[in-house]
T-cell receptor, first 117, second 115 residues
Framework: EAQVTQNPRYLITVTGKKLTVTCSQN?????MSWYRQDPGLGLRQIYY???????DKGDVPEGYKVSRKEKRNFPLILESPSPNQTSLYFC????????????????FGPGTRLTVT | KNQVEQSPQSLIILEGKNCTLQ??????????LRWYKQDTGRGPVSLTI???SENTKSNGRYTATLDADTKQSSLHITASQLSDSASYIC??????????????WGLGTSLAVNP
């Protein structure tokens, strides 16, 4: 079954304790992206990657890191989480064409609800 | 500034009734417009994608329209079911430099279908 998986689904942590949220897709998609969703603000893009070893900042990258060492995986790293990073996080993937990945449908993971106290 | 505005913010209807959700955008240059359905706490799922030349597109009981001249889109849901209760998000793709495209997300319309 074609899917995007995220782990963990729920996480409660304390300020400053490094954490990683994993994302994996089995559709051989080149393009992967991380979003956060907050009430009243909609989905905002954190980082995206157009292929292995190619990553770029989205609209709200501060406080986050990503890596793309393999095509299927795109982990999100919070080196020193703070309470303002409490949010619902989504990973997404899609095909990439020469004219831009955004033209292709994005498949979203189930979400990771993060609480930083 | 690229923006996507949706109305109403929330809507309650009875099962079996029809409803229409609105999306107005100020995105240029326009690439395409998408409607997503998002169940509470879950990832968005694509309903339709329309390009500049498409006026209407259907997906089962969901029908999306696009008026590129007035920069408006609507999502019509026919014979609503309880499972239609969700947030419906309008997303417009903007063409950027280098042939890249950026997604501009609306805040969504929260739909509740009551028995």
């Amino acid at each position: 079954e074609a899917q995007v998986t995220q782990n963990p689904r729920y996480l409660i942590t304390v300020t400053g304790k490094k954490l990683t949220v994993t994302c994996s897709q089995n559709m051989n998609h080149e393009y992967m992206s991380w979003y956060r969703q907050d009430p009243g603000l909609g989905l905002r893009q954190i980082y995206y990657s157009m292929n292995v070893e190619v990553t770029d900042k989205g609209d709200v990258p501060e406080g986050y890191k990503v890596s793309r060492k393999e095509k299927r995986n795109f982990p999100l790293i919070l080196e020193s989480p703070s309470p303002n990073q409490t949010s619902l996080y989504f990973c997404a993937s899609s095909l990439l064409a020469g004219r831009g990945a955004q033209d292709y449908e994005q498949y979203f993971g189930p979400g990771t609800r993060l609480t930083v106290t | 500034k690229n923006q996507v505005e949706q109305s109403p913010q929330s809507l309650i209807i009875l099962e079996g009734k029809n409803c229409t959700l609105q999306c107005n955008y100020t995105v240029s240059p326009f690439s395409n417009l998408r409607w997503y359905k998002q169940d509470t706490g879950r990832g968005p799922v694509s309903l339709t994608i329309m390009t500049f030349s498409e006026n209407t597109k259907s997906n089962g009981r969901y029908t999306a329209t696009l008026d590129a001249d007035t920069k408006q889109s609507s999502l019509h849901i026919t014979a609503s079911q309880l499972s239609d209760s969700a947030s419906y998000i309008c997303v417009v793709s903007a063409l950027e430099a280098g042939n890249n495209r950026k997604l501009i997300w609306g805040l969504g319309t929260s739909l509740a279908v009551n028995p």
